[in-house]
């Protein structure tokens, strides 16, 4: 099984000089790669809860580790990624965005498994 996606306008299209190298790691991977660029000296910048982070190395693009915790999420950025390569280039950022969130719901949507589904605390008599 492949343990990392690349995603992000590099993947997909869209990118400039300026735009960040996006990797998805489960969060094991992340956690265990986290402490080796520590251990190189490597300055981190975490995001949000600490599980993402990007970096910096000489003559690279900043790269940015998105840490997910399960293989429903894995695939739901496997899925977003592969279907935003399918259509044609998003030159506005926030648009792509829009885009690549709306595949990522619609992953979701799509395998919702009957465990995760809510019952209704309604009596509807029919």
């Known amino acids: 099984m492949k343990k990392?996606?690349?995603?992000?306008?590099r993947a997909f299209?869209?990118?400039?000089?300026?735009?960040?190298?996006?990797i998805?790691?489960?969060?094991?991977s992340a956690k265990w790669f986290n402490e080796f660029l520590n251990q190189l000296g490597i300055e981190i910048e975490h995001l949000g809860d600490y599980s993402s982070f990007y970096f910096k190395i000489p003559d690279y693009p900043k790269i940015n580790i998105i840490s997910v915790e399960n293989e429903s999420e894995f695939n739901e950025w496997?899925?977003?990624?592969?279907?935003?390569?399918?259509?044609?280039t998003i030159?506005?950022?926030d648009e792509r965005i829009?885009?690549?969130?709306?595949?990522?719901q619609q992953y979701k949507e799509?395998?919702?498994?009957?465990?995760?589904?809510?019952?209704?605390?309604?009596d509807i008599p029919f």
């Open 91 to 93: 030159k506005n950022r």
């Open 78 to 88: 496997k899925f977003a990624t592969k279907q935003m390569m399918k259509i044609d």
């Open 110 to 122: 799509d395998n919702c498994k009957e465990s995760d589904m809510m019952s209704s605390n309604y």
């Open 13 to 22: 299209g869209g990118s400039c000089l300026a735009s960040d190298l996006d």
């Open 98 to 104: 829009r885009t690549f969130k709306s595949f990522r």
């Open 24 to 28: 998805v790691l489960y969060a094991d």
């Open 4 to 9: 990392y996606i690349i995603t992000g306008s």
